[in-house]
């Protein structure tokens, strides 16, 4: 059953992207660690890591993608599932340095031990485990996501109302999280990260495997996500989107739809900030500013909004594009940010993917109808 429902996601647009995605994983290890450094295919451990961060933006605009693209949500917050995802993760990383922290506690955080703390908080057992861990990443922000949703979506919150919840909804995480007596860092956050599942982190070979991770998991949510909205509930997604009076009429729960929808995109939000830790090598406050996810929003609409695809291509760009250009021209970067965003909105609504399958739809359009007014002559004669 489950197989059938992924198997009905694959279109060649999905399995090229898939393919894409998996020889990346293992050709960019290939290229860091079985060529020598004086080759000029030669990948280095840098540039390995920034394309792993490319890529859990890639999942982030993915996870957005799926609830504003099909089921027209738009979320000025998916910052703070990100964040809590990687702040999941970053406990992880912090009780694996063990006596090896600068102050040499067991037990304790650096952070702890600096603010006096003489035992460890109720919330940090069992990050000790990875499998635990791990389950965090997904039930943190999937439980943030479903509490919000019960009560935004039962009382029909729409629109740039339900953005500005979301919006404020991770702003006061991002209060909550600097302050020191929270538990996890305060401004500082969490860092100097020794070990994950008892490899180091600032190995090659580890860098390598997370980012080989990191692809294959986008090309796993992008399955998901795509067997979601090619299905009979993605189809009334879209209704949801496009006339939700309409479908709460026929007799569809519009607000349990989108309440599953809306968790399990949170959830792929987390997995992508679990991802992004251990590659960066810190999670701090910051991820939770309103900002960021405003960024995120522009990736998807400059890839292509409801496309899938699109919001991956775009999240890759945007960010390559702000790597190069803050190097060289680090006080423009943000005019050129907005700038780009309000092109993309005047000259690309559809954004680049949605662009591209229009031109082509239109002009397999063109060539059918040319087809059938050459047949018509014929037919005649």
Same mark, same amino acid.
């Given at each position: 059953?489950?197989?059938?429902?992924? !198997?009905?996601?694959?279109?060649?647009?999905?399995?090229?992207? @898939?393919?894409?995605?998996?020889?990346?994983?293992?050709?960019?290890?290939?290229?860091?660690?079985?060529?020598?450094?004086?080759?000029?295919?030669?990948?280095?451990?840098?540039?390995?890591?920034?394309?792993?961060?490319? !890529?859990?933006?890639?999942?982030?605009?993915?996870?957005?993608?799926?609830?504003?693209?099909?089921?027209?949500? !738009?979320?000025?917050?998916?910052?703070?599932? %990100?964040?809590? #995802?990687?702040?999941?993760?970053?406990?992880?990383?912090?009780?694996?340095?063990?006596?090896?922290?600068?102050?040499?506690?067991?037990?304790?955080?650096?952070?702890?031990?600096?603010?006096?703390?003489?035992?460890?908080?109720?919330?940090?057992?069992?990050?000790?485990? %990875?499998?635990?861990?791990?389950?965090?990443?997904?039930?943190?922000?999937?439980?943030?996501?479903?509490?919000?949703?019960? %009560?935004?979506?039962?009382?029909?919150?729409?629109?740039?109302?339900?953005?500005?919840?979301?919006?404020?909804?991770?702003?006061?995480? !991002?209060?909550?999280?600097?302050?020191?007596?929270? #538990?996890?860092?305060?401004?500082?956050?969490?860092?100097?990260?020794?070990?994950?599942?008892?490899?180091?982190?600032?190995?090659?070979?580890?860098?390598?495997?997370?980012?080989?991770?990191?692809?294959?998991?986008?090309?796993?949510?992008?399955?998901?996500?795509?067997?979601?909205?090619?299905?009979?509930?993605? =189809?009334?997604?879209?209704?949801?989107?496009?006339?939700?009076?309409?479908?709460?009429?026929?007799?569809?729960?519009?607000?349990?739809?989108?309440?599953?929808?809306?968790?399990?995109?949170?959830?792929?939000?987390?997995?992508? #900030?679990?991802?992004?830790?251990?590659?960066? *090598?810190?999670?701090?406050?910051?991820? %939770?500013?309103?900002?960021?996810? @405003?960024?995120?929003?522009?990736?998807?609409?400059?890839?292509?909004?409801?496309?899938? @695809?699109? $919001?991956?291509?775009?999240?890759?760009?945007?960010?390559?594009? =702000?790597?190069?250009?803050? *190097?060289?021209?680090?006080?423009?970067?943000?005019?050129?940010?907005?700038?780009?965003?309000?092109?993309?909105?005047?000259?690309? $609504?559809?954004?680049?993917?949605?662009?591209?399958?229009?031109?082509?739809?239109?002009?397999?359009?063109?060539?059918?109808?040319?087809?059938?007014?050459?047949?018509?002559?014929?037919?005649?004669?």
């Amino acid at each position: 059953m489950i197989t059938a429902f992924l !198997l009905r996601a694959l279109d060649r647009k999905i399995v090229m992207a @898939i393919a894409i995605l998996v020889a990346l994983a293992v050709v960019v290890p290939v290229l860091s660690l079985a060529l020598p450094e004086t080759s000029p295919l030669h990948m280095p451990t840098y540039l390995v890591a920034l394309l792993g961060k490319y !890529l859990t933006y890639a999942m982030l605009a993915l996870a957005l993608d799926l609830v504003w693209g099909f089921c027209g949500i !738009l979320s000025l917050g998916h910052g703070a599932f %990100f964040a809590l #995802g990687g702040y999941a993760m970053g406990m992880y990383l912090m009780r694996q340095i063990g006596p090896r922290g600068v102050y040499g506690d067991p037990i304790l955080p650096d952070f702890m031990v600096f603010l006096n703390w003489k035992e460890l908080p109720w919330f940090w057992h069992g990050f000790d485990m %990875f499998w635990f861990a791990a389950l965090m990443v997904l039930v943190a922000p999937g439980l943030l996501a479903f509490v919000f949703g019960w %009560f935004a979506f039962r009382s029909r919150v729409n629109g740039v109302y339900l953005s500005i919840i979301t919006q404020a909804m991770t702003y006061a995480l !991002l209060l909550a999280f600097f302050r020191n007596d929270m #538990g996890f860092g305060g401004n500082n956050g969490l860092t100097d990260f020794k070990d994950i599942l008892g490899f180091n982190v600032q190995a090659d070979g580890t860098r390598a495997a997370l980012f080989a991770i990191t692809a294959l998991m986008l090309a796993l949510s992008l399955l998901l996500a795509s067997a979601i909205v090619r299905s009979k509930y993605g =189809k009334v997604l879209v209704g949801i989107r496009d006339a939700e009076s309409r479908t709460r009429f026929l007799g569809y729960r519009v607000e349990h739809m989108k309440l599953f929808t809306f968790v399990v995109s949170a959830m792929m939000a987390g997995v992508a #900030g679990a991802l992004y830790v251990p590659q960066v *090598g810190i999670i701090n406050p910051g991820e %939770f500013a309103p900002a960021n996810s @405003i960024e995120v929003v522009i990736w998807t609409a400059v890839g292509g909004r409801a496309t899938l @695809i699109g $919001p991956i291509i775009g999240a890759v760009l945007v960010n390559g594009g =702000k790597t190069l250009f803050t *190097g060289l021209f680090p006080e423009f970067w943000l005019f050129a940010l907005g700038g780009l965003f309000v092109a993309v909105t005047l000259f690309l $609504p559809k954004g680049i993917v949605g662009t591209i399958a229009q031109a082509m739809r239109s002009r397999s359009e063109h060539r059918a109808a040319a087809d059938l007014s050459e047949a018509k002559p014929q037919a005649a004669e």
